[in-house]
């Protein structure tokens, strides 16, 4: 089945360290995005990748890192200068062939920081 | 003013209710308009798409109004199930390719 698999999905952190969260899809879309979710509040865009070995920042890209090596893959960092790590991190990847493709989510990854 | 703008809510309604949803966009060369579902603690997924003419799906009914830069979200005979935060995302035409916009989300309570 296609889809986009995030892991882990919690994860533990103490503070001062840095944590890489895991996305691969296998929906052959170039476009990829990792978005933060915080209670109550919308998603905020971290950072976004339209092609192998190109990314953009999003909204709020301070204290984060993403590589995109692979097609398949998009993982983020959140390093230890992210001053509130604590939230919902969503991946998400979409068709940018068709200029209205819809995105698809993998299922989050919830980190919390001790 | 933010890109898309959607009333937070709550709208808490019986079960059989009708209940409607707005979302306003500021950018008008905006060109894909997506309604997705999320549930509590999960990720969301697509609800529709919503089309020029308008798209009916079941009990769901979305609508485009360019002139006035707004989409709406009809829900018919509101079942239990439907509880969860309707999310608004629009697509620019011409904007950094792939980037799209998120409203902060509708939460709804269908109440048996």
């Known amino acids: 089945d296609g889809g986009i698999t995030q892991s882990p999905k919690y994860l533990f952190r103490k503070e001062g360290q840095n944590v890489t969260l895991s996305c691969e899809q296998n929906?052959?879309?170039?476009?990829m995005y990792w978005y933060r979710q915080d209670p109550g509040q919308g998603l905020r865009l971290i950072y976004y990748?339209?092609?192998?070995?190109?990314?953009q920042k999003g909204d709020i890209a301070e204290g984060y890192s993403v590589s995109r090596e692979k097609k398949e893959s998009f993982p983020l960092t959140v390093t230890s200068a992210q001053k509130n790590p604590t939230a919902f991190y969503l991946c998400?990847?979409?068709?940018?062939?068709?200029?209205?493709?819809?995105?698809?989510f993998g299922e989050g990854s919830r980190l919390t920081v001790l | 003013r933010k890109e898309v703008e959607q009333d937070p809510g709550p709208f808490n309604v019986p079960e059989g209710a009708t209940v409607a949803f707005n979302c306003t966009y500021s950018?008008?060369?905006?060109?894909?308009f997506f309604w997705y579902r999320q549930d509590c603690r999960k990720e969301p997924k697509l609800l529709m798409s919503?089309?020029?003419s308008g798209n009916e799906d079941g009990r769901f009914t979305a609508q485009l109004n360019r002139a006035s830069q707004y989409i709406s979200l009809l829900i018919r005979d509101s079942k239990l199930s439907d509880s969860a935060t309707y999310l608004c995302?629009?697509?620019?035409?011409?904007?950094?390719?792939?980037?799209?916009?998120f409203g902060r989300g509708t939460q709804l309570t269908v109440w048996p």
């Open positions: 998400a990847s979409r068709s940018t062939s068709v200029e209205t493709g819809e995105l698809f």
């Open positions: 929906l052959n879309h170039d476009a």
């Open positions: 990748s339209q092609i192998v070995n190109d990314f």
């Open positions: 950018n008008s060369a905006s060109q894909s």
């Open positions: 919503v089309y020029s």
């Open positions: 995302v629009v697509n620019h035409r011409g904007s950094t390719l792939g980037r799209l916009y």
